[in-house]
């Protein structure tokens, strides 16, 4: 498949370059358009209110390589429309891997991951945002080497990747054509060849006070947590799925908004 890959957490992320080595090896044609810079929590957002750059670059993928000073949403749009080559359009819209998973009502309309995806989901392409689940411990771990990866952590991520690559075509093909959904995809950890795919629902969580207080400067820090998750037992919620160790696929399609309100 043609496919224009995207991210949050910045060009340089191993996680990203994982995935693109895997794409490559599946036989895709990768077209990679991302932040110069992570871009985490930001949604859908793109940049109104200033210039933003585009260039080439060459981070060592083997693929035509762009990166772009703006948001993920500004990745995907501008690459569709001004840098990738005539008669060279892409069949779906590839964001990842996260740093992290994506995972619940109080999470996924924050993610610059789902946001990437979400942008090719308003082109009217399959969108399709890949997340690798990660404890705090192994966060905190992964920030204090420069986000370079242990050999735990590469294992789950290169076997998140090529998981990837076999799902980019399965899930394009389940369609539905036209747009407005994304593939939202949690990897757990460990991720490992034997997982299962689940079919899952967003869990309902509430994330109130990210923010401390306010210092003597009067100015607040963000402070991450994973809420307060108040999901029912069924439908299976994706966070459930990665506590059991499989790998969550939730499909959020966006063209059910706004209908009648049907209960709990």
């Known amino acids: 498949m043609r496919l224009i890959v995207t991210n949050d957490d910045g060009i340089h992320s191993v996680f990203l370059h994982e995935l693109v080595h895997a794409l490559l090896h599946a036989r895709h044609t990768v077209y990679v358009v991302a932040p110069k810079t992570e871009k985490s929590w930001i949604g859908c957002a793109k940049s109104r209110h200033h210039a933003i750059t585009s260039e080439v670059i060459d981070v060592g993928l083997g693929c ?13 749009n501008i690459g569709l429309a001004h840098l990738l080559p005539r008669g060279h359009e892409v069949e779906a819209v590839v964001s990842g891997i996260n740093m992290g998973r994506n995972a619940s009502l109080g999470f996924i309309l924050a993610s610059g991951t789902i946001g990437g995806a979400w942008e090719g989901a308003v082109h009217g392409l399959p969108g399709l945002a890949f ?43 389940q369609g539905p054509t036209g747009g407005f959904v994304v593939h939202n995809i949690n990897f757990p950890l460990p991720s490992r060849p034997e997982c299962k795919v689940l079919r899952t629902v967003p869990a309902h969580v509430i ?11 009067g100015t607040h820090r963000f402070v991450f947590h994973l809420g307060e998750d108040k999901s029912p037992a069924l439908p299976l919620s994706d966070r459930a799925a990665l506590d059991q160790g499989q790998i969550s696929h939730t499909v959020l399609d966006y063209r059910a908004l706004g209908h009648p309100y049907l209960g709990s």
Request: charged share 25%; hydrophobic share 40%; net charge negative.
């Open 64 to 76: 035509s390589t762009w990166t772009v000073d703006g948001t993920p949403s500004d990745c995907v």
């Open 207 to 217: 994330i109130p006070g990210l923010f401390s207080p306010a210092a003597d400067d």
């Open 131 to 173: 997340s690798q689940d990660m404890n705090s411990e192994v966060f905190a771990r992964l920030k204090a080497a420069g986000d370079r990866p242990d050999a735990d952590l590469r294992r789950s991520l290169e076997t998140s990747a090529q998981r990837a690559a076999e799902l980019v075509p399965q899930l394009v093909a």
